[in-house]
């Protein structure tokens, strides 16, 4: 006879476990970064996990079986459906579905859970959290300049200092410009002068200057293609990302970008829209400190249709091993013209921040600036007759009733067990009634925090035992008030 098979205890890659502290510090963030949203006037909308999957559009060349880049399955009418993998393609579907009906510029503002199928990495799982903003109807760079600002106030609710993270803000058109000019016109070569462009943090400008021209050969000797530019539009494309120099005046950096695109109709457009993104950030009080002009921020390859704007971690960040790890983007966003217009054929403007609410929580933990103490358990009620069950539970309903969380100990070990899982809930307070306290109407309460705290000088066990510090018997009728005391002072 076989033995039955019993499956290996596993979480799947990219997905992780939360406990109570690591959902509290994510909800902190969305509290805080929707407190900011609601205040600049934007609407919470929620979407359901799910979408059509061709509504989706971004991941998807697989006809058959669409599943590269999402989590797909085939509903029983036959239509592919997947799990949504941001949450502006959902907005997007709605916008087109009920654009009649809705105020322009819609303004909402969304939070939740996005899924992605992709290789998972530090701070990067198959499975998290965004807060996002967006502005569908409006074409003025001033929306982008909100975005913008809504993200420095967001990270500012959420925690982090000015020093701890960078905002750069680029224009697509720019780029677009300076491709036209050096007659650059394939669309899979624009493609990949992009990519290049995106590792320039990672790869430096010698090994960007490989991607733009014939293609590099990495230390494990795999080749990667390059863009095929000639040596002069290699350099001009290098001249142009570095434009933001070492300092971070937006207007300074805006001439040197003029410099080298200025004089394509593309790159003159990039150029005004981004002036105007400045002197409305100025306007909103978002300095250069703040708020960066950086030509070599890309993303989002086939997304975004003009301006664009990332946020960077400064935050030095250590694994669970001590060793350096790297975040880098806590979020992003820009202007993305085209999405609505999948649905409806007529361009609709649109813009948009997102916050990855998990990634900033886990860098946080990471950076130790969680500013938070370990959670608090409830007040245990202790079990010790199992024929008083009654009046246990009757204490804990008065004092859930005041506000005060509680719970009975339903397990079955005894008093020093109980007294064990209390410590381990690190909860404030454990509540005793015995035999004693069953006949004189009272109750017996022992601080755990005070008990803790005097515990770290103890030599003498016997002796502790005698004293029993931090244990007080009460009247019933005191029992919410005393209990209430210990509570508020572990708080």
């Not at 902190?28 to 359901?48: C, K, N, P, Q």
């Not at 539009?233 to 805006?254: K, P, Q, Y």
């Not at 997102?354 to 900033?360: A, D, K």
């Amino acid at each position: 006879m076989t033995d039955a098979f019993r499956p290996q205890a596993r979480a799947p890659r990219g997905f992780l476990d939360k406990r109570a502290a690591d959902l509290r510090a994510e909800r902190r963030i969305i509290e805080a970064v929707s407190t900011v949203y609601e205040r600049y006037g934007f609407e919470r909308l929620d979407t359901g996990a799910f979408e059509y999957a061709d509504a989706l559009g971004k991941f998807l060349p697989d006809a058959d079986r669409p599943n590269e880049g999402v989590f797909a399955l085939q509903d029983d009418d036959e239509q592919w459906m997947a799990l949504r993998y941001d949450l502006t393609a959902p907005l997007a579907r709605f916008a087109a579905q009920h654009w009649e009906t809705l105020p322009k510029p819609f303004r909402r503002y969304a939070f939740g859970t996005v899924w992605r199928n992709e290789k998972p990495g530090p701070g990067r799982g198959r499975e998290f959290i965004q807060c996002d903003a967006d502005t569908v109807g409006s074409a003025r760079p001033e929306a982008d300049a909100e975005m913008i600002a809504l993200a420095v106030e967001g990270y500012q609710a959420a925690g982090l200092e000015p020093a701890d993270y960078v905002l750069k803000i680029n224009n697509r058109k720019l780029l677009n410009g300076l491709l036209e000019a050096a007659q650059v016109v394939d669309p899979g070569q624009k493609l990949g002068v992009l990519r290049a462009v995106d590792k320039l943090d990672r790869l430096g400008p010698d090994g960007v200057r490989l991607l733009l021209g014939e293609g590099r050969k990495d230390e494990s000797g795999a080749f990667t293609k390059g863009a095929g530019l000639k040596a002069a539009a290699a350099e001009a494309v290098l001249e142009f990302v570095g434009a933001a120099g070492s300092g971070g005046d937006r207007a300074a950096t805006l001439n040197r970008i003029a410099a080298v695109v200025g004089g394509s109709a593309e790159g003159d457009a990039g150029l005004e829209e981004l002036a105007r993104i400045d002197a409305a950030l100025t306007g909103l009080g978002v300095t250069s400190a703040r708020a960066i002009i950086d030509p070599s921020v890309v993303r989002g390859l086939e997304y975004y249709t003009g301006a664009v704007f990332e946020a960077e971690l400064l935050l030095e960040t250590l694994d669970e091993k001590g060793h350096a790890v790297s975040f880098g983007s806590m979020g992003g966003g820009g202007r993305y013209d085209d999405l609505v217009a999948r649905f409806t054929g007529a361009q609709t403007p649109a813009t948009g921040f997102s916050f990855g609410v998990s990634r900033l929580a886990q860098a946080l933990r990471a950076a130790g600036r969680t500013g938070e103490r370990e959670v608090r358990g409830p007040v245990v009620i202790l079990a010790l007759d199992n024929s008083a069950i009654g009046e246990y539970l009757a204490v804990a309903q008065t004092l859930r009733a005041e506000g005060i969380a509680a719970e009975v100990y339903l397990g079955s070990s005894g008093m020093r067990p109980q007294m064990k899982y209390a410590d381990r809930r690190l909860s404030p307070a454990a509540v005793i009634i015995g035999g004693d306290e069953l006949a004189n109407g009272t109750v017996t309460i022992k601080d755990l925090d005070l008990g803790r705290k005097l515990a770290a000088g103890v030599s003498d066990n016997e002796q502790w035992r005698a004293d029993r510090p931090g244990q007080v018997t009460v009247p019933r009728a005191d029992l919410v008030a005393t209990v209430r005391g210990i509570v508020e002072a572990a708080s």
